[in-house]
């Protein structure tokens, strides 16, 4: 069902101080996206199989920027990647997962679980598209 960890997620205050800090690391962005109707811009850096994804809010009305708010800079959330969403949908309860949607950020489809299912924290399931 779950194939490997796609993503991980960290919101940040300063995109540009952020992707400073991890040179360190000898790490730098594969690329950086503009999220916009979701109101954030995203860095992808890729570790090994897996991308993480550091976010931060371009307006003061993104949802980005209310998270922050209230629980301050660090995790927002983990993606798992599938073979097919819609396949994990039927063995899963019927209101598990939400609609999913195309991403802004790669050539993948994202469906978010339902919060009561995610064990408390931010959940994606992400099917890349071929």
């Not at 979701?38 to 009305?61: C, H, I, N």
Request: overall charge negative; some cysteine.
């Amino acid at each position: 069902m779950l194939n490997k960890i796609h993503h991980i997620a960290f919101a940040v205050y300063d995109l540009k101080k952020t992707i400073e800090d991890l040179k360190v690391y000898g790490i730098s962005p594969l690329k950086k996206v503009m999220i916009r109707d979701r109101k954030m811009e995203a860095a992808l850096f890729k570790v090994g199989q897996t991308w993480l994804e550091y976010l931060t809010p371009v307006s003061e009305d993104s949802p980005l920027t209310i998270f922050l708010q209230e629980r301050g800079e660090g995790f927002h959330h983990i993606a798992y990647q599938v073979s097919c969403i819609e396949e994990l949908r039927a063995n899963l309860p019927e209101d598990a997962l939400l609609s999913s949607r195309i991403s802004n950020v790669g050539d993948w489809s994202i469906a978010d679980i339902e919060p009561k299912y995610s064990l408390g924290i931010n959940m994606q399931i992400i099917e890349e598209n071929q």
